[in-house]
């Protein structure tokens, strides 16, 4: 009969080190979880600002490239200073639209909270 309380005693000790073991691996589990989203996270923002910068540097290099084109009809003549001023506002503002600050809710690509 001693044999037998024994017996149980140590499985029912066996099961609690097996259950405290299983809560310990949950843990473990959602502590990798939370840091493989956190990476996840963090990649996918350094990717979202290497996307800004390139296509501000696309749309640059367009601007640019358009602006240098000019017209092939008028390459001959001297443009008018007013003309020169039209042109380099349209750079200016090609430029302003690539590097100009965005607001959180543009970046975040989320519609404005609503009261």
């Known amino acids: 009969m ?23 691996n949950r843990a473990q589990l959602a502590e990798e979880w939370a840091a ?5 996270c963090a990649f996918t923002d350094r990717a979202r600002a290497l996307g800004s910068i390139v296509s501000a540097g696309a749309l640059l290099v367009t601007g640019l490239a358009a602006h240098r084109r000019g ?9 008018a200073w007013w003309q020169r001023l039209l042109n380099a506002a349209g750079m200016i503002a090609t430029v ?3 590097f100009r600050p ?5 970046e975040n690509h ?6």
């Open 36 to 40: 493989l989203r956190r990476g996840v």
């Open 2 to 24: 001693f044999g037998n309380t024994s017996r149980v005693s140590r499985l029912a000790v066996r099961k609690q080190l097996l259950i405290a073991e299983s809560e310990l």
């Open 96 to 98: 302003w639209l690539a």
């Open 71 to 79: 017209s092939p009809t008028r390459t001959a003549e001297k443009p």
């Open 102 to 106: 965005k607001g959180r809710e543009e």
């Open 110 to 115: 989320e519609p404005p909270a609503r009261a």
